[in-house]
């Protein structure tokens, strides 16, 4: 097994970053709250007792058929991002669950493991961007949809904005733990 990196930050999203009607939506982390450890399963994740909006059982809840529960971005990829777009891009603001410290910018698709008391396998598939995050990083209102806002929404794709993790099992993450690949 390849060592990822290690967690160094957990969080909930307790309600939607993008609220409001589709054409007036604006990104607002407002929601996001840092956990001192996540309950991830298949339905999604729990931490310090808050249901997070993409599990499955949350009354307003954003899961996609079970795809979306549970989200990892690395902290290269802010760096990344940092470089390219701001320093407003602070570690935590993409809305993931879980944030690895690693200095590798690789893809992070398919199996990895969380090394923890329950050994929590998941696999990975790069999240796609959405136009409300990539104004968010261009520093643009509603509604703007141009060249610009287009071109960073392509360049967010492929594992720029995180990953989508699934598992079949349920376990504890805490900051400290290790992911590896499979």
């Given at each position: 097994?390849?060592?990822?990196?290690?967690?160094?930050?957990?969080?909930?999203?307790?309600?939607?970053?993008?609220p409001g009607?589709?054409?007036?939506?604006?990104?607002?982390?407002?929601?996001?709250?840092?956990?001192?450890?996540?309950?991830?399963?298949?339905?999604g994740?729990?931490?310090?007792?808050?249901?997070d909006?993409?599990h499955?059982?949350?009354p307003?809840?954003?899961?996609?058929?079970?795809?979306?529960?549970?989200?990892?971005?690395?902290?290269?990829?802010y760096?990344?991002?940092?470089?390219?777009?701001?320093?407003?891009?602070?570690?935590?603001?993409?809305?993931?669950?879980?944030?690895?410290?690693?200095?590798?910018?690789?893809d992070?698709?398919?199996?990895l493991?969380?090394?923890?008391?329950?050994?929590?396998?998941?696999?990975?598939?790069?999240?796609p961007?959405?136009v409300?995050?990539?104004?968010?990083?261009?520093g643009?209102?509603?509604?703007?949809?141009?060249?610009?806002?287009?071109?960073?929404l392509?360049?967010?794709?492929?594992?720029?904005?995180?990953y989508?993790?699934?598992?079949?099992?349920t376990?504890?993450?805490?900051?400290?733990?290790l992911?590896?690949?499979?």
């Amino acid at each position: 097994m390849e060592l990822i990196g290690r967690v160094i930050r957990l969080q909930v999203q307790r309600s939607r970053l993008k609220p409001g009607p589709a054409t007036t939506r604006v990104y607002d982390p407002a929601p996001l709250r840092e956990v001192s450890e996540l309950e991830i399963g298949p339905r999604g994740v729990v931490g310090d007792d808050i249901l997070d909006v993409h599990h499955a059982d949350h009354p307003d809840t954003r899961n996609n058929q079970l795809r979306n529960g549970v989200s990892l971005m690395t902290v290269s990829r802010y760096r990344a991002l940092r470089r390219l777009y701001g320093s407003h891009l602070l570690d935590g603001i993409a809305g993931e669950s879980v944030l690895i410290d690693t200095q590798h910018l690789e893809d992070l698709s398919g199996p990895l493991s969380f090394a923890t008391d329950d050994a929590i396998h998941v696999t990975s598939e790069p999240a796609p961007p959405c136009v409300e995050f990539s104004r968010f990083v261009l520093g643009r209102g509603a509604g703007d949809v141009g060249p610009e806002v287009m071109a960073t929404l392509e360049a967010l794709g492929g594992g720029a904005r995180g990953y989508y993790l699934q598992t079949t099992g349920t376990g504890r993450v805490r900051p400290g733990h290790l992911l590896y690949r499979r």
